[in-house]
T-cell receptor, first 115, second 119 residues
Framework: DGGITQSPKYLFRKEGQNVTLSCEQNLNHDAMYWYRQDPGQGLRLIYYSQIVNDFQKGDIAEGYSVSREKKESFPLTVTSAQKNPTAFYLCASSAPFRGLGTEAFFGQGTRLTVV | AQTVTQSQPEMSVQEAETVTLSCTYD???????LFWYKQPPSRQMILVIR??????QNATENRFSVNFQKAAKSFSLKISDSQLGDTAMYFCAFMKRPGRGGATNKLIFGTGTLLAVQP
């Protein structure tokens, strides 16, 4: 079955450590996104990528980094520079418009907690 | 820059009744898409309905329909015959129509409306 897989589902990080969240899709989508979700703030865009080896900062990119070496994969690293990393992280993908339908498909999310 | 506003943080509706969730957006673009996503307690984001801005006809998906007012930049979601399974957070989202070559653009979300369907 096609879809987006995020791992792990729950992640605990000690202060000062970098952690990497995985996102893999087998939908053959060109575009991929990372969002952060906090209570009362909806989904805020961290980074997005339109094609392999290319990505753009979203609204809250500070303290995060990404790579896009393969079409299927778009990992997100939360660095020690991110001051308040505890949140729910969602990965999504979409296909550029070639007709009807350009909606994003989402993974099940990763809950990151700093301990 | 585009913004999406959902002014109703929480709403409640009785089972089998109809409820309308509001969404307004701000953009200078003429070609774009609007979406409603549902996030149930499982936190899996699910597409509810999609509207292309160049289409005047309001989109409909079974019990879900939209009232798209382009001039007013309003995009409300109506849920008819509400069911307990409709209990979820609902997000309105905006995307500028991709440019030549299919390059995509940012998908921008509102802050969400938490809908509770009461038995």
């Amino acid at each position: 079955d096609g879809g987006i897989t995020q791992s792990p589902k729950y992640l605990f990080r000690k202060e000062g450590q970098n952690v990497t969240l995985s996102c893999e899709q087998n939908l053959n989508h060109d575009a991929m996104y990372w969002y952060r979700q906090d209570p009362g703030q909806g989904l805020r865009l961290i980074y997005y990528s339109q094609i392999v080896n290319d990505f753009q900062k979203g609204d809250i990119a500070e303290g995060y980094s990404v790579s896009r070496e393969k079409k299927e994969s778009f990992p997100l690293t939360v660095t020690s520079a991110q001051k308040n990393p505890t949140a729910f992280y969602l990965c999504a993908s979409s296909a550029p418009f070639r007709g009807l339908g350009t909606e994003a498909f989402f993974g099940q999310g990763t809950r990151l907690t700093v301990v | 820059a585009q913004t999406v506003t959902q002014s109703q943080p929480e709403m409640s509706v009785q089972e089998a009744e109809t409820v309308t969730l509001s969404c307004t957006y701000d953009t200078s673009e003429n070609n774009y898409y609007l979406f409603w996503y549902k996030q149930p307690p499982s936190r899996q984001m699910i597409l509810v309905i999609r509207q292309e801005a160049y289409k005047q006809q309001n989109a409909t998906e079974n019990r879900f329909s939209v009232n798209f007012q382009k001039a007013a930049k309003s995009f409300s979601l109506k849920i008819s015959d509400s069911q307990l399974g409709d209990t979820a957070m609902y997000f309105c989202a905006f995307m500028k129509r991709p440019g030549r070559g299919g390059a995509t653009n940012k998908l921008i979300f509102g802050t969400g409306t938490l809908l509770a369907v009461q038995p």
